[in-house]
């Protein structure tokens, strides 16, 4: 008996041979990024999962300029150990005084730490912080008159305003973080303005001007020297998401004040507060 042969190609099912066709890869379109904007912005609000993008812009400067180091100046009125003030001086600033439960909250951050964390930053004590429009350094004492007279008139040019608390940031970055502060948010031109009536005050009576550009921050801490790298990334996403529950919270600027920073052998860095100028 003679036996068959039949080709494989004749056993496949029509259908199978026409729905064979041409296999194209998938154009996936590359992702965007853009450095200005945070990947997700936490909310008080457990329950609202939602990802917003938010800018940076407002509380970290973007050029280098604008950071200064711990030992620069606006900062020293609030470094212990400053050296002895001259002679015949008073290391003097000026800044608007923030509401006592607001300072309370925000040296409460802290407490957020854990135990290694809290021991790399050196924290500022409550009493130490203040919105500072403008540090003055070791001032003549002879030239205190000018200086209040001066104030009184900015702030006689100045209505009052408020503005509202922001969130936590670091200088220069989160990434590496030396200064952790608290920034503001609401009628911050107005703020702007108050600070460049009190700078072109200053500097007509002598001063040399601001050499960064006025971010309304106030500090609660800084690195201790030599903390780097994954030590100092650590306090940056921790502080980044400190729990900052007045966030949002107005506070009504209705003056601002004149103080004198000088050094207690036993209690550290003192304030004193020379003058206070209610805003027109």
């Known amino acids: 008996m003679e036996q068959d042969t039949f080709s494989t190609s004749e056993y496949r099912p029509k259908s199978s041979q026409n ?3 041409k296999i194209e890869s998938s154009n996936i379109p590359k992702k965007r990024h ?3 904007f945070e990947p997700y912005a ?3 609000d457990a329950s609202d999962r939602r990802f917003i993008p938010r800018s940076e812009a407002t509380y970290v400067p973007k050029e280098p300029k604008v950071y200064v180091s711990p030992d620069s100046s606006e900062e020293n009125h609030e470094q212990p150990g400053d050296p002895e003030t001259p002679r015949n001086t008073q290391r003097l600033f000026i800044a608007i005084e923030l509401p006592r439960a607001i300072k309370r909250e925000f040296a409460g951050l802290a407490r957020s730490f854990r135990p290694r964390e809290h021991e790399r ?3 500022i004590d ?3 912080m203040h919105l500072t429009l403008k540090f003055l350094g070791d001032t003549p004492i002879e030239q205190i008159p ?8 900015a702030a006689n040019s100045t209505g009052k305003f408020s503005i509202r608390i922001g969130r936590t940031g670091c200088f220069p970055s989160f990434r590496d973080p030396r200064i952790c502060w608290i920034g503001f948010t609401g009628e911050l031109r107005r703020l702007e303005q108050l600070q460049g009536r009190v700078e072109g005050a200053m500097v007509a009576l002598g001063f040399e001007p601001g050499e960064r550009i006025f971010k309304a921050h106030v500090t609660t801490g800084r690195t201790r020297p030599g903390i780097r790298g994954r030590f100092a990334e650590d ?3 921790s502080w980044r998401h400190a729990p900052l529950h007045s966030t949002g919270k107005a506070i009504s600027l209705k003056s601002i004040a004149l103080y004198r920073s000088y050094i207690d052998d036993k209690k550290g860095t003192l304030y004193q507060q020379l003058g206070n100028y209610e805003l027109g």
């Open 19 to 21: 729905s064979i066709r």
């Open 34 to 36: 853009n450095s200005d």
């Open 42 to 44: 936490g909310h008080k």
């Open 121 to 123: 930053v050196r924290w």
């Open 126 to 128: 409550e009493d130490s």
């Open 146 to 153: 000018n200086i209040m007279s001066s104030l009184q008139n």
């Open 235 to 237: 306090i940056g996403v």
